[in-house]
């Protein structure tokens, strides 16, 4: 279930965190959409400003965007010119339908309790031998942030836990780097990249 105050934060936030969203694709994106094969069927979660559908889009993928927050979701619609859905991540109830789910900077606002149940539902949705590829801010435990966003703040430990509590991944690789985010503090990002 999506925190409210988080919620709250992107619908008051919207415009701006969209303007904040303008760079350039992530290598870990790029990286992705190599994997995939041609016209691949990818479910997006979070997709914020749509920066990232829009590469995939512009690359001839079937993307399905989503985001639980209705604001921001109507910004990238207006962005993409194409449809983005409103899902919540204990929401999702597809089963079997994508190559690929790319989940970047968005699961790691879903409830620690939720979590492993979260990757369950994503391992259902994709084929077998489907992509998932997802971030997180590593941290010793929930919290928040200092605009009362609510984090999951995993360590690397705890959240291959999840993965491996979820389902039977493929090929689970978790890989950490530095870097920032939208309140441009120094950020340990944990990637995890697996496949049904």
């Known amino acids: 279930m999506a925190d409210n105050n988080t919620l709250d934060f992107y619908a008051a936030n919207a415009a701006d965190y969209v303007e904040h969203g ?5 290598s870990h994106l790029r990286a992705f959409a190599q994997l995939l094969p041609p016209k691949a069927k990818i479910l997006e979660l979070g997709t914020g400003s749509g920066r990232d559908a829009e590469y995939l889009l512009q690359r001839g993928f079937d ?5 639980a927050s209705a604001e921001l979701a109507a910004h990238a619609e207006a962005r993409l010119n194409h449809p ?5 991540f ?9 190559d690929a789910v790319w989940a970047c900077a968005c699961l790691l606002h879903a409830p620690a309790s939720e979590l492993t149940d979260d990757l369950s539902r994503i391992h259902r949705a994709l084929k077998p031998g489907g992509l998932f590829v997802a971030s997180f801010k590593a941290g010793h435990g929930e919290g ?14 705890t959240l291959l836990a999840h993965y491996r509590e979820a389902a039977p991944w493929g090929d689970l690789q978790l890989q950490s780097e530095d870097g920032s985010g939208y309140d441009n503090l120094r950020t340990q990002w944990l990637w995890v990249t697996a496949r049904r």
Request: proline share 8%; glycine share 2%; net charge negative.
């Open 22 to 26: 303008q760079d350039e694709p992530s």
């Open 63 to 67: 993307v399905t965007p989503t985001d």
């Open 84 to 88: 983005v859905h409103i899902l919540a």
């Open 90 to 98: 204990d929401a999702l109830e597809d089963v079997s339908q994508y």
């Open 144 to 157: 928040r942030d200092s605009f009362g966003r609510y984090y999951n703040y995993p360590s690397a430990d």
